[in-house]
C-alpha cells in the first residue's frame, strides 16, 4: 500500500482524516480519505501500489467494463451509458472550437463504446485503456486504435482538436504528469472534457460512506469544483464551461441504496434512489453541486 503525504495540487501536507469507505465492488477492504486542509481535495489513502490494483479491476462485478447485463443495476447502467453517448457527442460538437480535422483522443477509453460512437460519427479517433481486460472487451472495428499506455503516443505531430476523460482523472496515480502529457496532446484551439464525480453534491452529503461515487480503492482522488479548479489553473488550464451530469444522481443513489442495504435492490430501493436523484439535482439547480460534473477544458 502507498500513503500519500502531499496533496498534488496545492503541494500541502496538513491532512485532515475524513472517513472509512468500504470497497463494495469486489475487495469488501476498508479504505481511509483524508482530506487536505487547504485545498478540499480528498485523497485515498493508503491506496493499492501499481502491481496490486489489478484485482480490484479485473472481475465482472466491476461495471464500467462489462458489455452484457446480468442483474438490475447492470441494465440500468447499460441503458444509461447508451443513451449518453449521444449526449456526449453533441456536447462536444457544440463545445469544440476547433473541428477542423476531427481527430479525437479517448483517455481511459474502456471498453470503447464511445470511442465506436465517435468514428461512426466522423471522427477520427484514438484511446488509451491500460485494463487488458476492458481492451479485450471493445469492439474488433476500433480495438486496434486503443493503446494500452500513452507511450504508444510519442509522436509529435499527433495532435488532437478534442481529449475526453470521462470518469478516469480520479483513477490516475500522478495527476500532474497526466495532465501535462495531454496538454501536450491538444492542438492550440482544442478542448479537453473532464467528467468527474462530486463529492460536495447532495447525494454524496446524504449517503456519506455508503456514496457510491467513492468508489475505493479504484478512485484515488476525489474532487470538488474548488480542488478540480485549482488543479487546471495550476496546468495554465482554464475551464470555459462547467456542465452537470444530471443522469448520473440517479445512478449513483441507486448504487449507494444497494450498499446501504447489504447489496440488496428491491422495488423500495429503485424507488427512494430516483427520488434522491431528483432531490439532488433539485438541489444542484441553485449552487451547481451535481452528482458528476463535466469541466471543458482550454489552454
Known amino acids: 500500500m502507498i500513503e500519500i503525504h502531499r496533496c498534488p495540487?496545492?503541494?500541502?501536507?496538513?491532512?485532515?482524516?475524513?472517513?472509512?469507505?468500504?470497497?463494495?465492488?469486489?475487495?469488501?477492504?476498508?479504505?481511509t480519505l483524508n482530506k487536505c486542509r487547504n485545498c478540499e481535495l480528498l485523497i485515498t489513502s493508503p491506496r493499492p501500489s501499481n502491481n496490486q490494483l489489478d484485482k480490484y479491476y479485473t472481475s465482472p462485478a466491476y461495471t464500467s467494463h462489462i458489455s452484457t447485463a446480468k442483474n438490475i443495476i447492470d441494465k440500468v447502467y447499460l441503458t444509461a451509458r447508451n443513451f449518453t453517448l449521444k449526449w456526449k457527442l453533441s456536447l462536444i460538437e457544440k463545445n469544440t472550437f476547433d473541428t477542423s480535422e476531427k481527430k479525437l483522443f479517448d483517455f481511459g477509453c474502456g471498453t470503447g463504446e464511445f470511442l465506436k460512437a465517435a468514428k461512426l460519427h466522423g471522427w477520427q479517433i484514438a484511446g488509451m485503456e491500460p485494463s487488458p481486460f476492458a481492451r479485450q472487451q471493445s469492439d474488433p472495428a476500433?480495438?486496434?486504435?486503443?493503446?494500452?499506455?500513452?507511450?504508444?503516443?510519442?509522436?509529435?505531430?499527433?495532435?488532437?482538436?478534442?481529449?475526453?476523460?470521462?470518469?478516469?482523472?480520479?483513477?490516475?496515480?500522478?495527476?500532474?504528469?497526466?495532465?501535462?502529457?495531454?496538454?501536450?496532446?491538444?492542438?492550440?484551439?482544442?478542448?479537453?472534457?473532464?467528467?468527474?464525480?462530486?463529492?460536495?453534491?447532495?447525494?454524496?452529503?446524504?449517503?456519506?460512506?455508503?456514496?457510491?461515487?467513492?468508489?475505493?480503492?479504484?478512485?484515488?482522488?476525489?474532487?470538488?469544483?474548488?480542488?478540480?479548479?485549482?488543479?487546471?489553473?495550476?496546468?495554465?488550464?482554464?475551464?470555459v464551461k462547467i456542465i452537470p451530469m444530471r443522469l448520473d444522481a440517479f445512478y449513483i443513489s441507486l448504487l449507494s441504496e444497494k450498499y446501504r442495504n447489504n447489496d440488496q435492490v428491491s422495488i423500495?430501493?429503485?424507488?427512494?434512489?430516483?427520488?434522491?436523484?431528483?432531490?439532488?439535482?433539485?438541489?444542484?439547480?441553485?449552487?451547481?453541486?451535481?452528482s458528476s460534473l463535466i469541466y471543458v477544458v482550454k489552454k
Not at 495540487?9 to 479504505?31: A, M, Q, V
Not at 480495438?143 to 481529449?163: A, C, H, W, Y
Not at 423500495?268 to 451535481?290: D, I, P, Q, T
Open 9 to 31: 495540487i496545492c503541494d500541502g501536507n496538513t491532512f485532515i482524516p475524513f472517513t472509512s469507505i468500504l470497497d463494495h465492488s469486489i475487495s469488501r477492504e476498508k479504505f
Open 268 to 290: 423500495l430501493g429503485l424507488m427512494k434512489a430516483f427520488l434522491k436523484g431528483l432531490l439532488s439535482n433539485h438541489r444542484a439547480r441553485k449552487n451547481m453541486e451535481y
Open 142 to 239: 476500433i480495438r486496434g486504435d486503443i493503446q494500452p499506455s500513452m507511450k504508444e503516443l510519442t509522436n509529435e505531430n499527433k495532435k488532437f482538436q478534442v481529449i475526453t476523460l470521462w470518469h478516469v482523472l480520479e483513477h490516475v496515480e500522478d495527476l500532474n504528469t497526466t495532465l501535462q502529457e495531454l496538454k501536450r496532446l491538444l492542438v492550440e484551439s482544442g478542448t479537453i472534457f473532464i467528467a468527474v464525480p462530486n463529492h460536495t453534491s447532495w447525494d454524496a452529503k446524504h449517503y456519506k460512506q455508503n456514496w457510491a461515487g467513492f468508489d475505493v480503492p479504484r478512485h484515488f482522488w476525489h474532487f470538488s469544483m474548488k480542488s478540480m479548479t485549482r488543479l487546471l489553473e495550476k496546468h495554465a488550464l482554464t475551464v
